[in-house]
Nanobody
Framework: QVQLAESGGGTVQAGDSLRLSCVAS????????VGWFRQTPGKEREFLAH????????YVAESVYGRFSISRDNARNTVWLLMNNLEPEDTAVYYC?????????????????WGQGTQVTVSS
């Protein structure tokens, strides 16, 4: 069983960049693909990006494509979400999650392990 811990959130200005980290422990990291999601109060958790076990392939949701990117370093058990040109609408709690599905998982129910989340606030 893998544990995930996000970090790197905070309060930034519109137009700024932020890089979130997701560090895994307690399991074999390379057995899992990793996704990033975000959630605001009263809304469903939104898929953002996915990276395969090897890191060789990534997929970014259309809603943030061109501004967000995902990468991983298996030697460091870490996945990053780089967010550029942030907008106030990006304000949310951001979560990373791990899945053993062998396809590009984009739904919450396809992920088995979740971090506690990190708050990102973008002011105008």
């Amino acid at each position: 069983q893998v544990q995930l811990a996000e970090s790197g959130g905070g309060t930034v200005q519109a137009g700024d960049s932020l890089r979130l980290s997701c560090v895994a422990s307690g399991g074999t990291f390379t057995q899992y693909a990793v996704g990033w999601f975000r959630q605001t109060p009263g809304k469903e958790r939104e898929f953002l990006a996915h990276v395969w076990r090897s890191g060789s392939s990534t997929y970014v949701a259309e809603s943030v494509y061109g501004r967000f990117s995902i990468s991983r370093d298996n030697a460091r058990n870490t996945v990053w979400l780089l967010m550029n040109n942030l907008e106030p609408e990006d304000t949310a709690v951001y979560y990373c999650a791990a899945t053993d599905r062998t396809w590009t998982a984009t739904m919450v129910k396809e992920y088995d392990y979740w971090g506690q989340g990190t708050q990102v606030t973008v002011s105008s």
